[in-house]
């Protein structure tokens, strides 16, 4: 699988990453044998990099890459971390690092993780240099070997690439969601600073497998979050209503039936689309089973995209999602 550089760090990522939130049950039950059979199945297809988080399934799915890292030295793994104290600037000190990377080494398994990524913390964490000279001061230490923020908003994301040492910026990128294509991924690709590009399936409506009679179960955030209860509505449904996306999603089937390469699912063409998108560094789809997995990995090997589906996401998003989009993000 083609690969890309996060330029700050010169490390690379397949194009195709795995972001593994699903694996830790978070979005319904993922036994660790089906979780351990993702990650293979993934990395066996040329997947090198891994996304995970210290919430996600509270160190479940950070444990298990850490069993998995064991036989796989070689793969890339990035954690977040932030979400598990209140969502206010006094929570992210140097001390509080250390105290949640210690238990995410622990984890993983490893002495220094390889990169790092703020949680989504609040803009003035993210603005303030207090921030990055306790990063730097964890690089210096080897507790860390790079850092990077996640990251709701573009103007979040511009102030993270404006660091010297970020090496990367984690942030919504789907064809359902276009706004950072305009200022963010220049930036970065600027500044050598990476771009790893997540809810790339728009929690699922890229798929094309829903309608509106479609339910989920009451622990996934499709149910939970879809009016931002629990954190940003734009992670659930690029933050409109689930009819207008189903609306949406099925114009896009439509789109990919027309002019999509053959053979290629609604989902695979969303992938590629992300994947495509100059500046992007790795796209971080999820899986729950090793049939996904094959999936996604398969969508990093897509021609690419035509003018009249490329023309025809833009329209679409014009119709549904510009105006919710550009006025909360």
């Given at each position: 699988?083609?690969s890309?550089t996060?330029?700050?760090i010169?490390?690379s990522?397949?194009?195709?990453g795995?972001?593994?939130?699903?694996?830790?049950?978070?979005?319904g039950e993922?036994s660790?044998?089906d979780?351990?059979?993702v990650l293979?199945?993934?990395v066996?297809?040329?997947?090198t990099f891994?996304?995970?988080?210290?919430?996600y399934?509270?160190g479940?799915s950070?444990?298990?890459?850490?069993r998995f890292?064991r036989?796989?030295?070689d793969v890339?793994?990035a954690t977040?971390?932030?979400?598990?104290?209140?969502?206010v600037p006094?929570?992210?000190?140097?001390?509080a690092f250390?105290?949640?990377?210690?238990?995410?080494r622990t984890?993983?398994g490893?002495?220094t993780?390889?990169?790092?990524q703020l949680h989504?913390?609040p803009?003035?964490?993210?603005?303030?240099?207090?921030?990055?000279?306790?990063?730097?001061?964890?690089?210096s230490?080897?507790?860390?070997?790079a850092?990077?923020?996640?990251?709701?908003?573009?103007?979040?994301a511009l102030?993270?690439i404006?660091?010297?040492?970020v090496a990367?910026?984690?942030?919504?990128?789907?064809?359902?969601?276009?706004?950072p294509?305009?200022r963010?991924?220049?930036?970065?690709a600027e500044?050598?600073v990476?771009i790893?590009?997540?809810v790339?399936l728009?929690?699922?409506?890229?798929?094309?497998?829903?309608s509106?009679?479609?339910?989920f179960?009451d622990?996934?955030?499709r149910?939970y979050n879809?009016?931002?209860?629990?954190?940003?509505?734009?992670?659930?449904f690029?933050g409109?209503d689930?009819?207008?996306?189903?609306?949406?999603a099925?114009?896009?089937?439509?789109?990919?039936s027309?002019?999509?390469?053959?053979?290629?699912?609604?989902?695979q063409?969303?992938?590629a689309w992300?994947?495509?998108?100059p500046g992007?560094?790795?796209?971080i789809?999820g899986?729950?089973n090793?049939a996904q997995?094959?999936a996604?990995?398969?969508a990093?090997?897509?021609?690419?995209?035509s003018?009249?589906l490329l023309s025809?996401v833009?329209g679409?998003?014009?119709t549904y999602?510009?105006e919710a989009?550009?006025s909360?993000?």
């Open positions: 699988m083609e890309h996060f330029g700050r010169d490390r990522a397949s194009v195709i795995l972001g593994t939130w699903q694996l830790g049950a978070d979005w993922v660790e044998s979780a351990l059979a293979e199945a993934a066996g297809d040329g997947v891994l996304d995970t988080a210290d919430v399934g509270d479940r950070e444990q298990v890459i850490g890292r036989s796989h030295e890339f793994v977040k971390m932030g979400r598990r104290a209140e969502q006094a929570s992210y000190t140097l001390s250390r105290e949640w990377l210690d238990r995410s984890n993983l490893v002495d993780i390889d990169l790092v989504c913390p803009t003035e964490t993210i603005e303030s240099s207090a921030t990055y000279d306790a990063l730097d001061t964890l690089v230490e080897g507790v860390i070997a850092y990077g923020v996640s990251v709701e908003t573009c103007a979040q102030a993270a404006a660091r010297p040492n990367s910026v984690q942030i919504i990128l789907n064809a359902f969601r276009l706004k294509l305009d963010v991924l220049p930036a970065a500044a050598g990476g790893i590009a997540r790339p728009a929690s699922g409506l890229l798929s094309g497998r829903y509106e009679s479609t339910t179960a622990d996934d955030h149910t879809r009016h931002g209860e629990a954190f940003d509505v734009g992670e659930t690029s409109v689930f009819t207008t996306g189903v609306k949406a099925q114009e896009f089937t439509a789109l990919v027309e002019h999509g390469p053959s053979g290629a699912t609604p989902a063409v969303a992938l992300v994947a495509q998108q992007v560094t790795t796209v789809p899986a729950r090793p997995a094959h996604n990995s398969a990093g090997s897509l021609p690419p995209l003018e009249a025809g833009r679409i998003y014009d999602f510009r989009v550009h909360r993000w």
